[in-house]
């Protein structure tokens, strides 16, 4: 027992030694190029995620370690910098299973109006999820690639016919702001045959990076629509100072979003509230729905997501005044049947 224990702490000190040649030899890289101050730290941010991941998931990442270990009394350069990243997502690659999962944004008569892609990962070695290996593309500067796998994915899909319902693809705002982005969207329609006149694809801009008031990102946007795909922000708070901001965005992008997404937090919020104390939610909901027919009027779509059972179905249609959903309750065949024979 004695042993075991005595060779568990040698293990995890010869692993902590060997992190630490990494970040003594990256801090000598720094002192080295101080004066690039973006780059140097972009560096040592990203190789501390680097860092901080193989901690968390040793068991995934054992072989880049190895790797690393080959390399590790070399010289740090920019190159190897690249490389060590490159060993990074390939062995993260190779021992996780990635996939799309399709939910259904669905209409009041229960038709599907569009999916959205919901990335899906799996690992033998780890217990890691899609936040972590989201959390883990992003802090080493390499989501926008991501991105492109996913895309891949989805025209992939659309070409086979696996899906016929227009699709929304997440994207950051950084993502958009990249200079590959619509090139990489050209890219996957020609290599699977879509024709972006199908208005099939839907890219879906997330609220938590702020949205740009710049003419770069509004010429963007209105290059996209060009190209006939649609506009959606996603993650919308459910609240008047919320919605009014994003009506803002919307006129300052030249009305080219199609579909606000409502926060499922704030749904969840304001129907505990609507349980709990109708009268004290009444001026509240007036608010909210007075929003929500103004966007009505730019022609834009409202989600609510969220939407679990009948209940909740029935809140965001009668009381938000909201004609589309989507939650894990559009999944199934039976609670299909059950709204579309229902007579609210």
């Not at 070399?74 to 021992?95: A, H, R, T």
């Not at 030249?254 to 109708?278: F, G, R, T």
Request: glycine share 0%.
């Amino acid at each position: 027992m004695n042993a075991i224990n005595t060779l568990e702490i040698s293990n995890r000190s010869n692993k902590l030694e060997e992190w630490d040649v990494i970040k003594f030899d990256v801090l000598q890289f720094i002192e080295l190029n101080k004066n690039s101050i973006d780059f140097i730290l972009k560096i040592k941010q990203e190789m501390s995620s680097i860092v901080y991941y193989c901690e968390k998931f040793p068991l995934i990442f054992i072989e880049f370690i190895e790797r690393y270990n080959l390399k590790k009394n070399s010289k740090f350069s920019y190159e190897l910098y690249n490389q060590i990243k490159k060993d990074f997502l390939e062995v993260l690659y190779k021992n996780t299973n990635i996939w799309v999962e399709y939910q259904n944004i669905l209409s009041p008569d229960c038709e599907i109006v569009f999916n959205e892609w919901l990335l899906r990962i799996r690992s033998n070695k780890e217990n890691i999820n899609h936040f972590d290996f989201i959390e883990l593309n992003k802090s080493i500067g390499v989501w926008i690639n991501t991105f492109y796998m996913i895309a891949n994915k989805i025209f992939s899909d659309i070409n086979a016919d696996i899906v016929k319902s227009p699709i929304s693809i997440n994207a950051e705002v950084s993502d958009i702001l990249n200079k590959n982005f619509i090139e990489i969207i050209k890219f996957l329609a020609k290599k699977y045959s879509v024709d972006l006149k199908w208005e099939l694809i839907i890219i879906e801009v997330l609220e938590n990076e702020t949205i740009p008031n710049t003419k770069e990102f509004r010429d963007i946007i209105a290059e996209l629509k060009k190209i006939w795909i649609k506009i959606a922000f996603d993650d919308i708070e459910t609240n008047i100072d919320s919605i009014k901001e994003t009506i803002k965005n919307i006129i300052q992008l030249d009305n080219n979003v199609d579909i606000l997404k409502l926060d499922w937090k704030s749904i969840q919020a304001i129907y505990k509230i609507y349980k709990e104390n109708k009268k004290e939610l009444n001026i509240f909901i007036k608010n909210i729905i007075s929003e929500i027919k103004n966007l009505y009027k730019k022609w834009i779509k409202i989600v609510a997501e969220w939407v679990e059972n009948l209940e909740i179905y029935d809140f965001v249609k009668n009381v938000l005044w909201i004609n589309l959903y989507q939650g894990f309750y559009s999944k199934n065949e039976e609670n299909l049947k059950i709204i579309k024979n229902d007579k609210i």
